[in-house]
């Protein structure tokens, strides 16, 4: 049955961090899967998270099945950070939300949904955009096609060739867009950009799709969802998908969420109820550990306040390492300005490296960073920024 079967390729964010945990060298340093390092290069366990685990540990709680659409605490706390607490979005009930295995999940509900109920088959994405945007809608039957949105030799948003290509889609096309922190190249859209885009959204008639892995990494959490709330006024349909990964440190948990809004509180439910027969027809209903310590965190007013304080030392730290990989880059004499970093927003930054160049760093520095040249910030600290730019230096000339 599977002589004649070729092997996939290795993922090209993924792949990298199994390379770099093999890798024996001491002065290693993980560049490139988004995950949050503190300053001794380890994933932290939030406080608040511990806290929380203490809290579950002592209830001692079955491990029974939790509801397909997961834990409704956390629906319920998935939409007040999108859309604030008092939103009409809210009150009104015309969103629904269903607890997701992460913000990949999300995306995966959302391809169905549109394709399997809907009959969408053509979607949209950044170019670059996160690969798996572009696996999971191929993967759902979609024809992937990519606006422009990076010019090189300026290093800015290519907002005039990315609105004509936005123009251009075929009405109803799925149009995936980066709500804030753009993964890879951490650069977003200004206000102006975004009331621009979302005009020509309604006036061409396309369904947006809103990622939001990163909320609290660039300015905080509600400046984060500002675009999200953009939408929400305007009145339109829409998805989001949206993940606690990062914004918990509870990556292996696999907890995030699918938002649909809709017109109203009836197509709300009847939309839900459509969702719930995407994942029971996926994974049956979703994990309940990370989805128990996210609500007990969040329903705990002493808790959330710790939590946005925590997000806010995570999303300083990796401001700091921002500007000093400027200041380390002109130090070690590296023929190229790199106070471009300081300019970008979220975990990552876009580097302008070669795949040859990403490839030294590996070979040479033990240094490992994505191909495309994209690079994690939060996996920079004071102990190895000087090394990193040295190394950085020396792969360009
Ligand atoms: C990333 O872009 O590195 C993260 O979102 C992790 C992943 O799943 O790719």
Request: glycine letters at 8%; a neutral charge; hydrophobic letters at 40%.
């Amino acid at each position: 049955l599977f002589e004649k079967i070729p092997a996939a390729p290795e993922d090209p964010i993924l792949g990298v961090g199994q390379q770099f945990k093999a890798d024996p060298r001491a002065e290693k340093v993980n560049l490139s899967v988004g995950v949050y390092q503190t300053e001794e290069g380890k994933i932290p366990v939030l406080n608040v998270v511990r806290e929380a685990e203490t809290r579950l540990y002592k209830a001692n709680k079955p491990h029974g099945y939790g509801p397909i659409s997961g834990n409704p605490d956390v629906d319920h706390y998935i939409q007040e950070l999108l859309f604030g607490k008092d939103s009409e979005v809210i009150t009104s009930k015309r969103a629904c939300t269903v607890q997701s295995l992460g913000g990949t999940g999300a995306i995966k509900l959302a391809a169905d949904l549109l394709h399997v109920v809907l009959g969408k088959n053509k979607a949209a994405t950044s170019a670059p955009t996160w690969g798996n945007h572009n696996t999971i809608f191929k993967q759902a039957g979609y024809e992937v096609s990519h606006y422009r949105y990076y010019n090189k030799e300026a290093g800015t948003i290519d907002f005039d060739h990315l609105i004509g290509d936005i123009r251009a889609l075929e009405s109803g096309t799925v149009v995936v867009l980066h709500a804030c922190c753009h993964n890879p190249t951490g650069l977003d859209f200004s206000e102006e950009q975004w009331k621009t885009l979302l005009d020509v959204i309604v006036e061409r008639g396309l369904t947006p799709l809103l990622d939001i892995a990163y909320q609290g990494f660039d300015k905080g959490l509600d400046e984060d969802a500002s675009s999200i709330r953009l939408f929400a006024k305007a009145g339109i349909s829409f998805l989001v998908s949206s993940s606690f990964s990062k914004s918990f440190s509870l990556y292996g948990e696999r907890i995030g969420g699918l938002t649909v809004v809709t017109q109203n509180a009836d197509e709300a439910a009847r939309v839900l109820s459509q969702v719930k027969q995407m994942a029971r027809a996926n994974y049956s209903n979703p994990p309940l550990y990370g989805a128990a310590l996210v609500a007990t965190v969040l329903g705990d007013p002493k808790l959330r306040a710790e939590w946005e304080q925590e997000l806010a030392a995570m999303r300083n730290r990796i401001r700091e390492m921002r500007e000093l990989l400027a200041e380390a880059m002109k130090k070690a004499g590296s023929p190229r300005d790199f106070s471009f970093v300081t300019k970008q927003d979220g975990m990552f930054s876009f580097t302008g490296f070669t795949p040859e160049q990403i490839e030294r760093l590996k070979k040479d520095y033990g240094i490992y960073a994505v191909a495309n040249g994209r690079i994690c910030i939060a996996g920079l600290n004071h102990k190895n920024i000087e090394y990193v730019a040295k190394a950085f230096t020396a792969v360009q000339k």
